[in-house]
């Protein structure tokens, strides 16, 4: 039988509906997509797609499962790699990991099997269906303490209490999740989702101690004394970058990070919220990674009239999800490419100190760019065309150039070692400059990707049981 | 969740609770600060330590009535229980090598200020403090103020109480009379602060000021408490919850950080409107 060369499409809400509600955008599959888009897959020797996957999922055998309708089984291969199957079938950019692998691709010039398409039918399926509840296995008696309660903690929580570690999370929010609760809006990520993967987790025993900050509430070294004898370091993304350009204290100006914890977290989307956003009026994002898109979309959703995405490169070189930029242009997200802001401006009313608009933003001035040589990064560098600037109109501006390190740990826990850029010190198996003490996720690497996070939290609790386990 | 322990009326619109909250409790040194929710809902909002008692592992902290969520926080009795509670955050208040201190508070700002008092006082230096109010019904902490200080000023707006005017008054006496000070602390209101950073810059004695900016997480995430400083020239952003909440006085941008102050001021006129409204028909019904 011919293999259909082409991926089944995910059934996804209309643009134009979409853009106005904060309800998931693709529907996934039903029951006979996924039937046929399992038997797309051949099933190959090589199994290229698994090592492409940063946790290393049996691919071809859990798409086997599906096409014996055994949709159990499926979830069952996928959580022996992975403890957030829900998750990583939504977020994992597929397209230059496992799918970018598949021979069907590589080999026959086809469309990919559509492995993440794939992964989140079984975990949703097995959400949805099954009654199984994990059984926490019997305890091997050693303790460990994971800090923050994001992919790279939760995975790295999960992957040792399936083998008897008795786990601690300490969050420092009132929610766990991280980042898939306050950065990843619920329209690409329903937040009830990523609950349910934290309640599995507890049924694992794992234990999630929320309003903990470590480095304040508690030290490391305080964590040791209390009996842990190995801690996992997951603290994420720090404080956000600013362009450092006049006018970003201008009310109106927020960071994607504080936009996006106020309306996922705070859940200032929701009707007569308690904590405030600007909503409404035109906006501007600034950036072209995931986030931006995100907050783009976002600020769409709370009723923006025009939203508009200002990035310095062209739209070759912008680096969030091919995904994601396609969902926003079909929603009527304005790119502006090759340009960058030079200024940020306000409204001051020279007559009336008082009056209430006084400081608000009005507007950016941007200029445009053209891309020269490539530069450190391989990217061609954009440089300033002179003369060239502009003004765009807005009532909000959203930042979204990354994030540095938080800084709290590594200054309440000596010895232990930053990199020039804040980022926590590991060798290859995730273990830092102090003993027993390991990392990963963007506490390390600076912003990254949810899957990479979840894979440097398996790689530190595969060498946290070989140290302290064995 | 974090039992109430014990619950004080200070004055017509200001309230001290002790919260159940062991780890802060072990941990929390004046100048810094918490971050609570009063229920599933809420929003976070950050409050100064006002104390802590290790041994029973609470915090004292005192608010103000001033918007939508201490309005609902008014209404938590002792033996209620809040939502969440957690800290201690930001960095303590600077207190090394320094021998003779002016406190200066003004209103709220009075809660922040009084354990900061007290905390020279017990590391054995001269403490000098002037307290600020609209008027005699919203003087507080006067008792505590008075044992942690070698000399206590009393100032109110309305002269219904203590001398008439506002807390700079005493300061510049102070200062001109050749008074020394290794430092001055002020707490309170922005533009108390700015005119108190004002009248000490001739005399150029060093003013620390307590920033109290819209937050969020309160770790270093969200970026939404940034200040912006001004130092040799060039315009450095920091940001309160990590890098403060204490600052040098003469770098800080009042009128930039008295601006973004307001910027949901005309949403928590609503919202506050909206949680009196709900709270009198509850009372009603």
């Known amino acids: 039988m011919a293999v259909n060369p082409v991926k089944h499409e995910m059934p996804a809400q209309k643009p134009e509906v979409r853009a106005r509600n904060f309800r998931e955008v693709a529907l996934g599959y039903p029951m006979e997509i996924a039937l046929e888009e399992a038997r797309r897959c051949l099933n190959c020797k090589n199994r290229p797609c698994v090592s492409g996957c940063p946790v290393n999922i049996n691919i071809p055998d859990f798409i086997s499962r599906i096409k014996e309708e055994d949709f159990e089984g499926a979830y069952r291969i996928i959580t022996q790699s992975s403890s957030l199957p829900a998750v990583c079938g939504r977020v994992c950019p597929q397209e230059t990991q496992c799918e970018s692998q598949c021979t069907l691709h590589v080999r026959a010039k086809m469309d990919p099997v559509g492995i993440g398409r794939l992964e989140r039918f079984v975990a949703d399926w097995h959400n949805a269906n099954s009654q199984e509840k994990p059984t926490p296995p019997a305890s091997n008696g050693h303790r460990v303490a994971v800090v923050g309660a994001g992919p ?32 990843i809006p619920e329209f690409r990520l329903p937040k009830a989702i990523v609950a349910k993967e934290v309640e599995t987790l507890k049924e694992l025993g794992v234990q999630v101690e929320t309003n903990v900050i470590i480095g304040k509430t508690l030290t490391v070294d305080e964590l040791f004394e209390m009996g842990f004898e190995a801690v996992f370091i997951g603290s994420g993304a720090g404080l956000p970058n600013f362009m450092n350009i006049p006018g970003e204290a201008l009310k ?22 308690h904590t405030p956003i600007m909503k409404g009026g035109r906006v501007v994002v600034v950036g072209g990674g995931n986030v931006a898109m995100d907050a783009a979309r976002t600020a769409l959703r709370l009723g923006a009239e025009k939203v508009y995405i200002v990035y310095r490169r062209s739209m070759e070189e912008l680096p969030a999800r091919r995904e994601e930029v396609e969902h926003a242009e079909e929603e009527g997200i304005d790119f502006r490419l090759l340009c960058n802001p030079t200024e940020i401006l306000g409204y001051q009313n020279p007559e009336d100190p008082r009056d209430p608009k006084n400081g608000f933003v009005t507007g950016i001035r941007c ?58 010190i590991i060798n290859e198996e995730g273990l830092t400059s102090r003993e027993n003490v390991y990392a990963g996720g963007d506490a390390v690497t600076g912003a990254a990707t949810v899957i990479s996070a979840m894979g440097a939290g398996k790689v530190a609790a595969k060498a946290i049981h070989e140290a302290i386990g064995g | 969740m974090y039992r109430i322990a014990s619950r004080k009326v200070l004055n017509p619109s200001m309230i001290q609770l002790e919260v159940e909250a062991p780890l802060v409790a072990r941990k929390a040194k004046p100048g810094q600060f918490i971050i609570l929710r009063v229920n599933e809902e809420g929003e976070r909002i950050p409050l100064t330590v006002a104390g802590t008692d290790p041994a029973a592992g609470t915090v004292k902290i005192i608010f103000q009535v001033v918007g939508a969520t201490t309005e609902l926080l008014k209404y938590k009795m002792e033996g209620d229980f809040l939502q969440d509670f957690v800290g201690p955050l930001g960095l303590p208040t600077h207190t090394e090598g320094i021998r003779s201190v002016c406190v200066v508070g003004g209103g709220a700002g009075c809660a922040i200020a009084m354990p900061v008092a007290e905390e020279f006082h017990r590391l054995g ?22 044992s942690f200080s070698d000399e206590l000023v009393v100032m109110t707006d309305d002269g219904s109480y203590g001398r008439h005017g506002n807390v700079t008054v005493p300061l510049k006496e102070m200062l001109e009379a050749g008074k020394h000070f290794d430092m001055i602390i002020t707490i309170g209101p922005l533009i108390m602060m700015k005119f108190v950073v004002a009248a000490a810059k001739p005399f150029g004695v060093p003013v620390t000021v307590s920033m109290n900016p819209i937050m969020i997480d309160g770790t270093g995430m969200c970026g939404g408490c940034r200040i912006t400083l001004v130092r040799d020239g060039q315009r450095v952003t920091k940001f309160a919850c990590v890098d403060g909440p204490d600052f040098n006085g003469y770098e800080i941008d009042f009128d930039e950080a008295m601006s973004r102050g307001r910027m949901y001021a005309e949403y928590e006129r609503h919202a506050y409107e909206e949680a009196c409204n709900l709270m009198q028909k509850n009372i009603a019904g």
């Open chain 1, 152 to 183: 790279s903690g939760l995975t790295c929580a999960g992957d040792l209490a399936k083998k008897g570690y008795q786990v601690t999370i300490y969050e420092a929010l009132h929610t766990a999740g991280g980042v898939l609760i306050y950065g």
């Open chain 1, 252 to 273: 109106g100006v927020y960071s994607a990070n504080e936009f996006l914890t106020r309306s996922n977290l705070m859940k200032a989307y929701e009707e007569n919220p």
């Open chain 1, 367 to 424: 200029i445009r760019m053209e891309l020269g040589e490539p530069d450190a990064s391989g990217r061609r560098r954009p440089v300033e065309v002179p003369g060239s600037e502009f003004t765009l109109e807005a009532d909000t501006v959203i930042i979204a150039i990354g994030t540095s390190p938080n800084p709290l740990i590594k200054n309440t826990t000596e010895g232990l070692e930053v990199n020039r850029r804040g980022g926590i």
């Open chain 2, 125 to 146: 230096a001269e403490v000098t403090s002037i307290i600020g109010f609209r008027n005699k019904d919203l003087l507080i902490l006067e008792d505590e103020f008075r």
